[in-house]
């Protein structure tokens, strides 16, 4: 069930943001973005290859940097903040979920689970952390480790660890692309629940329509801009609205 709106000011809120990456000539990713995020809302980001999503993604997880525009994290631009404040600032209040998982193999799921809070200098939150893992149906193998996991489990475990510090925007960098369809069907509903219920936002990049369709909106992008917008999507509309951004 879909969210139909907030007027919950933006947790990320992206202005007239350009990335030109170097190169022959320079190759411009991001080419004047400007888009927000809000509490309790799932966009999906799509659009060919090479079109900036993953830029666009980085770029308002604080990840990178953009070369010119604004990015605000809950209010406060963070382009221009310096490290180690940038990366405790993404710590508190950003959480990941990306493809290749990015667990640490020698650690268990509990301690995978936790390690973002540990990293932050954050006491963590022992009894919501056990809850997640419950969530994510994984209660009773906090103490195996990813390579005795399948692919949709680990993919569990890095949607735990990121709920586990209670985030205010998860970003999720095709989230679904190696799992199978069940699997990729399991993953989805727990995302969905993370905005539903616990009121996150969630910004999701995918080449897959039937993935996008989870969202309460999907954007696309095409050379660096965005271009087209679909709200209350169907697997349909966004496989159509995709067909006519690929032949612009």
């Given at each position: 069930?879909?969210?139909?709106?907030?007027?919950?000011?933006?947790?990320?809120?992206v202005?007239?943001?350009?990335k030109?990456?170097p190169?022959?000539g320079?190759v411009?990713?991001?080419d004047g973005?400007?888009?927000?995020?809000?509490?309790?809302?799932?966009?999906s980001?799509?659009?060919?290859?090479?079109?900036?999503?993953?830029?666009?993604?980085?770029?308002?997880?604080?990840?990178?940097?953009?070369?010119?525009?604004?990015?605000?994290?809950?209010?406060?631009?963070?382009?221009?903040?310096?490290e180690?404040?940038?990366t405790?600032?993404?710590?508190?209040?950003?959480?990941?979920?990306?493809?290749?998982?990015?667990?640490?193999?020698?650690?268990?799921?509990?301690?995978?689970?936790?390690l973002?809070?540990?990293?932050?200098?954050?006491r963590?939150d022992?009894?919501?952390?056990?809850?997640?893992?419950?969530?994510?149906?994984?209660?009773?193998?906090?103490?195996?480790?990813?390579?005795?996991?399948?692919?949709g489990?680990?993919?569990r475990?890095?949607l735990?660890?990121?709920?586990?510090a209670?985030p205010?925007?998860?970003f999720?960098?095709?989230?679904?692309g190696a799992?199978?369809?069940?699997?990729?069907?399991?993953?989805?509903?727990?995302?969905?629940?993370a905005v539903?219920?616990?009121?996150?936002?969630?910004?999701?990049v995918?080449?897959?329509?039937?993935a996008?369709?989870?969202?309460?909106?999907?954007?696309?992008?095409a050379d660096?801009?965005?271009?087209a917008?679909l709200a209350?999507?169907?697997a349909?509309?966004?496989?159509?609205?995709?067909?006519?951004?690929?032949?612009?």
């Amino acid at each position: 069930m879909r969210n139909r709106g907030t007027t919950t000011a933006p947790v990320v809120e992206v202005t007239e943001v350009t990335k030109t990456y170097p190169g022959s000539g320079g190759v411009r990713a991001l080419d004047g973005v400007s888009v927000a995020f809000a509490a309790g809302t799932f966009c999906s980001v799509m659009g060919p290859s090479g079109s900036g999503k993953s830029t666009l993604l980085h770029c308002s997880a604080g990840l990178d940097r953009p070369d010119s525009g604004q990015v605000r994290l809950a209010g406060r631009e963070i382009g221009n903040l310096r490290e180690p404040r940038l990366t405790e600032e993404r710590r508190r209040r950003v959480g990941f979920v990306f493809q290749s998982y990015n667990l640490m193999d020698s650690l268990s799921v509990w301690h995978n689970v936790l390690l973002p809070q540990r990293l932050a200098g954050v006491r963590p939150d022992k009894t919501w952390a056990r809850e997640v893992i419950s969530r994510v149906g994984l209660a009773g193998r906090e103490d195996r480790r990813p390579g005795q996991l399948s692919g949709g489990q680990r993919q569990r475990v890095a949607l735990a660890r990121a709920l586990a510090a209670r985030p205010e925007i998860i970003f999720a960098d095709e989230p679904t692309g190696a799992l199978d369809l069940t699997s990729g069907r399991e993953v989805l509903t727990l995302l969905r629940e993370a905005v539903n219920e616990l009121g996150t936002a969630l910004v999701m990049v995918t080449h897959d329509p039937a993935a996008a369709a989870w969202a309460d909106r999907v954007v696309f992008l095409a050379d660096g801009q965005l271009v087209a917008e679909l709200a209350d999507p169907t697997a349909e509309k966004v496989a159509a609205q995709m067909m006519a951004v690929s032949a612009r």
